[in-house]
C-alpha cells in the first residue's frame, strides 16, 4: 500500500508500524540496520534530526522505500545530473573525479513514466 509522507513524524509512524507488525525489537532493528538504537528511537519519534543516510537504512532493513514523484519536466535534468556525477565518478577526460559517489549506471533508471 503506498502511504504519503508529509512530515518526518509520519515516517516514524510508518517505521514503527512496520517495525511492530513484524514483531522486531527496536535494538534488533538498530543492530541488523547498523546504526544507533538512539538514532532508530529519534527517527519513530519523528524528529527530523537524523541523518538522511541512517533514514535510509532503516527503511531497507524493513522492507520500506522511499520514493518522490518527480515531474515529467525534470526528467532530462535528473537524467543529465546522474550522467556528469557517473561521468566525475569514474574520472572521465576534462572531468574533476569525486573521491566518493554512491552513483552508479544501476542508480540511472528510466521507466517511461517520468519517475525515476
Known sequence: MKHI???SEDLGFA???VRKSAKVRLDDLA????????T???????????QLGKVLQLLKEVGLT???DL???????LHRVQREALER????PGSNPVKR????????????????
Request: cysteine-free; overall charge positive.
Open 40 to 50: 532508530a528511537v529519534t527517527l519513530e519519534k519523528g524528529m527530523a534530526t537524523v
Open 71 to 77: 515531474p515529467e519536466s525534470a526528467v532530462p535534468a
Open 101 to 116: 559517489s554512491s552513483v552508479s549506471s544501476a542508480n540511472i533508471v528510466d521507466t517511461g513514466k517520468g519517475h525515476a
Open 31 to 38: 543492530l541488523t540496520a547498523r546504526v544507533s538504537k538512539q
Open 15 to 17: 517505521l514503527r508500524a
Open 89 to 92: 565518478s569514474m574520472g572521465a
Open 5 to 7: 509522507i508529509h512530515s
Open 66 to 68: 522511499l520514493s518522490v
